[in-house]
């Protein structure tokens, strides 16, 4: 009360036994009750984690409908987008994105370094034809740093547009 401990009676001491046994017992309850409750975990590989429409995770950019108007790679705040293109020849036949929108220049690299992405979505919100998304897909580990860099004109990540981008568009049905 006034700064001093109380006296330790006999009485004292066994109420403080009698208060641990106690404190413990609640925490053991609370322990023990979910023991017994249903399983909170999911069997990974088979069965997936459902994540929200809005993630941000993987991107994935459809080169095809790429206008290379550079607009991704220049409000990236971390540097992680690296884009080349150069001027279509003028007898070149007219190409056009799945919008409509004219395709003025050839995209010669169309590089995402994802070990340095900080996912925040600016480059996506930026993009005129919508080609570059955030995808749904989460599982994208590697080994190596290196592994993580994602050259996009190559067959086998155009080939994910039916992987990724697939699983977009029945999670939107």
Same mark, same amino acid.
């Given at each position: 009360?006034?700064?001093?401990?109380?006296?330790?009676?006999?009485?004292?001491?066994?109420?403080?036994?009698?208060?641990?046994?106690?404190?413990?017992?609640?925490?053991?309850?609370?322990?023990?009750?979910?023991?017994?409750?249903?399983?909170?975990?999911?069997?990974?590989?088979?069965?997936?984690?459902?994540?929200?429409?809005?993630?941000?995770?993987?991107?994935?950019?459809?080169?095809?409908? !790429?206008?290379? %108007?550079?607009? /991704?790679?220049?409000? *990236? +705040?971390?540097? @992680?987008?690296?884009?080349?293109?150069?001027?279509?020849?003028?007898?070149?036949?007219?190409?056009?994105?799945?919008?409509?929108?004219?395709?003025?220049?050839?995209?010669?690299?169309?590089?995402?370094?994802?070990?340095? !992405?900080?996912? %925040?979505?600016? /480059?996506?919100?930026? *993009? +005129?034809?919508? @080609?570059?998304?955030?995808?749904?897909?989460?599982?994208?580990?590697?080994?190596?740093?290196?592994?993580?860099?994602?050259?996009?004109?190559?067959?086998?990540?155009?080939?994910?547009?039916?992987?990724?981008?697939?699983?977009?568009?029945?999670?939107?049905?």
């Amino acid at each position: 009360m006034n700064g001093q401990p109380e006296e330790l009676t006999v009485s004292r001491y066994f109420k403080n036994i009698a208060d641990g046994v106690i404190s413990a017992l609640k925490g053991m309850k609370i322990t023990f009750s979910y023991n017994f409750r249903a399983s909170q975990c999911i069997e990974y590989p088979e069965e997936r984690e459902v994540v929200a429409d809005k993630t941000r995770a993987r991107l994935y950019n459809n080169v095809d409908d !790429c206008i290379s %108007c550079n607009q /991704c790679a220049n409000i *990236c +705040p971390v540097d @992680c987008i690296y884009l080349a293109a150069v001027k279509r020849p003028k007898d070149a036949p007219a190409k056009k994105t799945s919008t409509g929108s004219p395709i003025r220049l050839d995209l010669k690299q169309y590089t995402i370094d994802n070990a340095l !992405c900080c996912f %925040c979505g600016l /480059c996506t919100s930026v *993009c +005129p034809t919508k @080609c570059l998304t955030h995808s749904n897909d989460y599982e994208y580990t590697q080994y190596n740093v290196d592994g993580l860099m994602y050259d996009y004109l190559s067959p086998e990540l155009r080939d994910w547009k039916e992987r990724i981008v697939g699983k977009q568009d029945a999670i939107a049905e």
